[in-house]
């Protein structure tokens, strides 16, 4: 049912449950075996690549395994999918956002641009505007669209995670200039409510090698 328009949505909700219950190495392999199936229903595979990019990029943090599933599907997707189809705006974000956590600042601002016109209209790529001003070093700029996107947010779930997302990027940034301050930041992640809890638990890892550091409090 891989090459079903219809049917192949059942294998999305897999995957989507699979994600929810963290069960991360079956979500990369059932994932992948859609990316190498090129018959598999066009939709379904736009969507799998654009959700497992952002899985590995974002919450897993798995550099590596994200750009050689940019690289190997990257051109292919984006070469295929309509400006009309309903996901268009979700992969070019979601591309945005793995260029950015890899550090391919470049790449990222090319993703972005496909889906200006979302930008200041739409919350996530307006965030994603926001982490690649911090990634870029302009945190006035930075912060600015975050709490932008925060505005245009309407469920309190997705404002939480943006704070999450900003707090964590600012402890980030201030992690080798200001170990106090990016301590401050890790902690609010961690105390936002109705956020990510994978955020929350990257916010404790940033917090626990800060000490390890022996950064001063």
Not at 115 to 131: D, F, K, M, N, V
Not at 135 to 163: H, Q, S, T
Request: glycine share 4%; charged share 30%; proline share 3%.
């Amino acid at each position: 049912f891989l090459c079903s328009d219809t049917l192949s949505d059942i294998y999305a909700f897999n995957l989507h449950a699979l994600r929810v219950r963290e069960r991360h190495e079956d979500l990369r392999t059932l994932s992948i075996r859609v990316l190498e199936r090129p018959d598999a229903a066009r939709p379904l595979r736009e969507w799998v690549f654009s959700s497992l990019v952002a899985q590995l990029a974002m919450f897993e943090r798995d550099y590596l395994a994200a750009e050689q599933v940019i690289d190997r599907w990257g051109a292919e997707i984006e070469a295929s999918i309509s400006p009309a189809s309903p996901r268009y705006s979700m992969l070019f974000n979601n591309l945005a956002v793995a260029y950015t956590e890899v550090g391919r600042i470049e790449d990222a601002e090319r993703s972005i641009a496909r889906i200006s016109r979302q930008l200041h209209a739409e919350t996530y790529p307006t965030a994603t505007l926001g982490l690649i001003a911090i990634k870029k070093g302009d945190i006035e700029r930075g912060m600015r669209l975050y709490r932008e996107a925060i505005a245009l947010a309407r469920a309190p779930d997705d404002k939480a995670r943006i704070r999450q997302k900003l707090a964590l990027e600012l402890g980030r940034h201030w992690a080798t200039r200001n170990p106090a301050r990016a301590r401050r930041h890790f902690r609010r992640a961690t105390l936002i409510k109705h956020g990510e809890r994978v955020l929350s638990d990257q916010a404790v890892d940033e917090l626990q090698s800060l000490s390890l550091l022996g950064a001063d409090e």
